[in-house]
């Protein structure tokens, strides 16, 4: 027989579950909430449906392996590749059992001598953490090209030289001698811009190599074109180097892959982190400015695009325009890039097809070239850092104007995008600031939803 005691416990559970169960029909949201804060099994790709102007789109987002800044991402057919920005190289691909998952296949590629541990080494103790984001794989290529029996794969990077402690950009290339398993021979440095930089040449940031450039595209059978930045040497930081044919920054420049020679194709760039070029030889480049002052560009070969004497910009603490009360703000009468010679409007220096008013942060792009999105085609798609987005134009091709902008929101600061052959979008994002939070590969396809 219930004693009293035994008697109130019974009661008190009956009315604790009696008081979840109304909880829970009540605020099924809050229910979902805790569910969506659960740990997902990090080996399967988290999917997201976004909606756009003509299609809704499924963002397969996969994180990659490794914590590594910078790198890229290229294609063979539809095999995808990744190499981080410490020379890890993956094939990503399907799951053979469990099609809704991607591996990484790690690939036993030699890697090249860019000396990178000899610069942390030397030069980490002065600059911290930027010493090991900063230096490393900028971008990654693989064409065919005359000279070569099978396809050719090429690496951008910082290379440090060790006898003269100083850094320039260079491109390692290798003759792929297997596509099945990615076999190559030995790599060969063919480019090292030429004047060797001192992590001195700027001050403010010392070791500016976030203003590095480095993307690669196929010119013709027997050229790249490759991007390189100018460091912030830009006259106000550190010297001028952009305007200066006798060296290599703040250019883009073409270069022979089999007897190294190379050329200024382009000046007067500041960072041009995005290259591309079309199936009508249009060459377009995205161009970090400064505040306000991100460009597309329509490259032709020997035009001045005007950096530093030129740029819709403004110097990067000239105004906040999220600033409410102006009487605060100590920059309102210094809305100015100092040395633009041209009061914003830049004439006389090859005029950019689009600059962002405000911060953008263009990194690279394509033109849109399938009929898979077939409202797409021909539009250039410009992929973002600072804004996480990615921003679809209407371009027309007869008076080089831009009819019509899409922002595609993706929530991550994205550093590479390529375009599959069936179709499909690639995006590679940054790393975060924790080291769980690596970068991810995102593929984009219709929504069946």
Same mark, same amino acid.
């Given at each position: ?6 008697? /109130?416990?019974?009661?008190? %559970?009956?009315?604790? !579950? ?13 229910? #979902?909430?805790l ?30 392996p490794?914590?590594?800044?910078? &790198? ?7 095999k ?20 809704? $998952? ?20 030397? =030069? ?62 030995? %790599?060969? $440095? ?10 001195? #040449? ?11 450039? &480095? ?13 390189? *930045?100018?460091?912030?040497?830009d ?28 050329e ?9 982190? &995005? ?17 306000? *002052? ?5 490259? $032709? ?11 819709? *910009? ?5 105004? =906040?325009?999220?600033?409410?009360d ?10 100015? %890039? ?6 914003n409007?830049?004439n ?21 070239? =399938?009929?898979?999105?077939?409202? %797409?085609? $021909?539009? !250039? ?8 987005q ?23 600061r994205?550093?590479?995008? #390529? ?22 590969? /995102? ?5 069946? =939803?």
């Open positions: 027989m219930l004693n009293k005691k035994n008697l /109130i416990l019974i009661f008190l %559970w009956i009315v604790t !579950i009696l008081i979840a169960i109304i909880w829970t029909f009540e605020n099924p949201d809050k229910i #979902l909430s569910k969506s804060n659960l740990k997902p099994d990090e080996n399967l790709p988290q999917d997201r449906v976004i909606d756009t102007a003509y299609y809704p789109l499924n963002l397969k987002k996969i994180k990659t490794v914590y590594s800044k910078y &790198g890229g991402i290229e294609k063979i057919g539809e995808i590749y990744y190499i981080s920005g410490d020379l890890d190289f993956f094939q990503l691909q399907k799951n053979k059992i469990n099609q809704n $998952k991607y591996d990484f296949i790690p690939l036993s590629l030699a890697k090249i001598k860019n000396n990178k541990d000899s610069f942390l080494k030397k =030069n980490k103790s002065l600059l911290g953490k930027n010493a090991w984001f900063l230096f490393g794989v900028k971008d990654i290529l693989i064409e065919e090209f005359k000279f070569f029996e099978n396809k050719a794969l090429l690496i951008s990077s910082l290379n440090y030289n060790v006898n003269n402690n100083c850094y320039n950009l260079a491109v390692y290339l290798s003759e792929i001698i297997n596509e099945n398993i990615l076999e190559i021979k030995e %790599w060969e $440095k063919i480019f090292s811009s030429e004047m060797c930089l001192s992590i001195n #040449l700027t001050k403010k940031p010392m070791f500016a190599a976030a203003s590095s450039g &480095g993307r690669i595209v196929k010119f013709d059978d027997e050229n790249i074109l490759l991007s390189v *930045g100018d460091f912030y040497a006259g106000i930081n550190g010297p001028m180097l952009s305007q200066d044919l006798d060296n290599d920054y703040g250019k883009i420049l073409k270069i022979n892959i089999n007897n190294k020679e190379h200024i194709f382009s000046y007067g760039h500041r960072n041009p982190q &995005g290259l591309y070029i079309d199936k009508n030889n249009n060459i377009f480049s995205t161009e970090h400015g400064p505040r306000g *002052g991100d460009e597309i560009n329509l490259i $032709k070969r020997g035009e001045n695009y005007g950096w530093p004497y030129a740029t819709y *910009g403004t110097n990067y603490n000239s105004y =906040n325009a999220y600033t409410e102006l009487s605060k703000d100590k920059n309102k009468n210094k809305r100015v %890039w100092p040395i633009d010679k041209t009061n409007t830049h006389d220096y090859t005029k950019p097809i689009f600059s962002w008013g405000n911060t953008f942060g263009a990194s690279n792009l394509i033109v849109y070239e =399938n009929e898979y999105f077939k409202k %797409w085609n $021909k539009n !250039i798609i410009v992929s973002s850092l600072s804004t996480k990615l921003a679809r134009f209407v371009y027309n091709y007869q008076d080089n104007s831009i009819l019509y902008l899409e922002y595609i929101p993706i929530n991550k994205i550093r590479d995008i #390529l375009s599959l052959d069936n179709g499909n979008i690639v995006l590679l994002t940054d790393i975060g600031n924790n080291m769980e939070d690596h970068a991810e590969i /995102i593929l984009i396809s219709k929504s069946e =939803n």
